[in-house]
């Protein structure tokens, strides 16, 4: 493709929406026509980018005719039944969804890690790219490195996740039940059944037949495909925190072959899409605050596994912070969309 | 002893102190002449007690006359100053700092788990006992009956650790923060050197040279203490979360021998000291809330470590929560001293 593309955001209103719109206004994503679909309860709304006014127009499966690029974020019902009406109208698809993610012959991409996978698809003639969850990015982007150093054979992750991954409503909840919380009132559940102010719980993705919920067994299945290895052994552990919209996982690898705690501090330090906060004198590590509006994934707590010493078995332990809505999300599929743009 | 025991409380304005109280009064600990001891800045002041008007006197060498049993949590250096004193005075001391749990001859006891170790002291004739940190409780009153019917060989966990942790003024901090952070304002952090409204942080404890922090060398010294068994491989994340009074724990276990999630789960129905919710249809678990001012451990997410599948390593995980204040501290410390009334 010689010009700019046309692009098309499928689900601009939402937190990952509007996410894209500034992704893409930041990095100065190349941009013919810009197209804003969302549901027709939004269809009118005006939205600005780049000094212009765009209306939001409502998602039909007329939306893609001259649309090169469509990136969606409208869950995964709404993927399912207009990514591949967009591909076939030739719009090539970077979906944040988990429609298609454990489908074969669709790339589950995190650029960083796996860029080869996005091969022979072309901007403007279909196909469909698949976002992988946040958590699963957030993890990857810091530890492919080591694996692809050493082998990782393990992991057992416990994650902290902010409310941005249940979507902009969720956020709003928690700022919400916040408030009635110190003003002594009862707090509005409406997004989750439970009070989320000063609480933590158990990821609400439904528990699947292995004890696991869905957010666990994507970090397990997208973790084997991405890295095209499907024994690798990964034990997850996935709860919200009244954060806003950075998460934080605590990591703890087993590896193949010995590395140490500097050696990966090294390794990582020359790694794309990290950054290390690793202060123990001044007991200065990532919090999913500091990680918010940036694009890396902040990595520190970087340790020999003390519990593996005078076993002869490697470990590494981590603690790691991304922004669910950038990162995990809006941003890793612009940067799909900028290896096809290369 | 036939009468019931003069009884002090050392630190009684703190929030461990004031949950002594709470919790001595629910569970009618048979208590003599009651004197409540604090800072010099603290004297003066009145407390009710089961329809007493107290006056808190200021804590000195000459404090513990005629006390039979001291109830300690005034932190480490206050602990070390005047638990000897008190004991030389004739004081049995229940300790709640860190100052003596790893001397050697002190006990270090979780009633649920090792009440054979405060056999030869008697209250009214001195002595020390030592109470664990509060993770490490957390952990060890649902852990410990797995331990002992198929062994732990390695424990991987990771902490959603509450304000109250760090007393008090930390938990008046938080929520003062987070009425600023609504407000828009800047945070105040006094206790915390950074932002603890809507953020996590890795626990404030200082680093050690092995890159863990003291409140993870808690967990593994303290379990290898109480426990009786120095080999037992424990790896802990230790972090903080904008939660008030009860920590949460993912919990990943690597067994000796077999067991399967059912029998984890039968056998912690009859455990001490445990309540199990894990409605894995209702996606419902402990969470910290429900956990709050409440004498139980919860544990839920019981289930078979999916990445142990087809290895022939038995592994299980759990997640479960427990008050700091309560069974983190001044409960387990009553419940020790009952050991020694009955």
Redesign the interface.
Known sequence: MSSAPNVAIVGVTGAVGQEFLRVLDQRNFPIGNLKLLASKRSAGKTIDFKGKTYTVEELTEDSFGDVDLALFSAGGSISKKFGPIASEAGATVVDNSSAFRMVPEIPLVVPEVNPEAVKGIELGKGGIIANPNCSTIIMLVPVTPIHRAVGVK???V?T?QAASGAGAAAMAEL?QQ??EV?EGKEPTCDIFP??YA?????H?A??TE????EEEMKM?KETHKIWGKNDI???A?C?R????RAH?E?I?LELENPID?KEVKELLSKAPGVSIIDD??G?N?P???EASNKDDIFV?????????KG?GVC?I?L?VCGDQVRKGAALNAVQIAELLVK
């Open positions: 393990r992991m057992v416990s902290y700022e916040t408030r110190l439970r009070q000063f609480n933590i719980f158990s609400n439904p528990i292995t004890g696991y919920n397990v052994q990964i034990a552990t709860v925190v009244p954060v806003m934080a605590s703890n705690e123990r004198a007991n590590f919090t999913p605050l520190g707590r970087i340790r020999n596994d003390i519990s593996r076993t470990g332990e603690f």
